[in-house]
């Protein structure tokens, strides 16, 4: 369980996530371990991606190591389509070196990946789902139990903010003031976003 927030505003990209992690009852905050939910990689054509993640704490070592040993060819996150390529080419790894389970449902239309993303780069930002369903977000977008409470906040900021950055920072601050499952400290990343051709 988790808050991550995904930004898009005046040229800036913006990711963020709480750092608490919880077993059941009970939680392991940031003074125990560094509990970052977002990972950077190095992506063809678009450079640094920030990769945040919800679910499992098993799924984030699990997709880090897979994306490393993807070939920099196939880890393309530039576009919709791509990161949807780049995760068909991920899904036979996760389940053939890391055991990822894929069955949810006995009536699933797809095996699933079990987890939920969102990506943030200079081309935009973008939410993975379970069955490899992509989004590409316009403005913003959460992810996590704490998602409601995110959404709320950034919706209510988006006009008054100035970056990407202030409408990410109310997002996870409504999401780890509310939100059971969450906690700071808060992690932000920035990029600028590319300009559209």
Request: proline share 3%; net charge neutral.
């Amino acid at each position: 369980m988790t808050t991550l927030v995904v930004v898009k505003k005046a040229g800036q990209i913006a990711i963020a996530a709480d750092t608490l992690v919880t077993f059941g009852d009970t939680s392991l905050s940031h003074r125990f371990e560094a509990n970052s939910k977002i990972f950077k990689v190095d992506a063809p054509g678009v450079g640094i991606s920030y990769v945040g993640m919800a679910g499992t704490v098993a799924h984030f070592p699990a997709l880090r190591k897979a994306m490393a040993a993807l070939p920099k060819e196939d880890l393309k996150l530039g576009s919709r389509d791509e990161v949807f390529d780049t995760f068909i080419k991920l899904h036979p790894l996760l389940k053939d070196t890391f055991f990822l389970q894929t069955k949810e449902d006995d009536n699933d239309p797809y095996e699933s990946s079990q987890f939920t993303v969102v990506i943030a780069n200079a081309s935009g930002i973008y939410g993975l789902y379970s069955y490899r369903e992509v989004f590409e977000f316009k403005e913003f977008w959460g992810i996590g139990s704490g998602r409601s409470f995110a959404l709320g906040a950034m919706h209510a900021c988006w006009d008054k903010a100035r970056t990407a950055r202030e409408v990410a920072l109310a997002g996870m601050n409504a999401g780890c003031e509310f939100d059971k499952n969450s906690a700071g400290p808060i992690e932000v990343f920035t990029l600028k976003l590319k300009a559209s051709k």
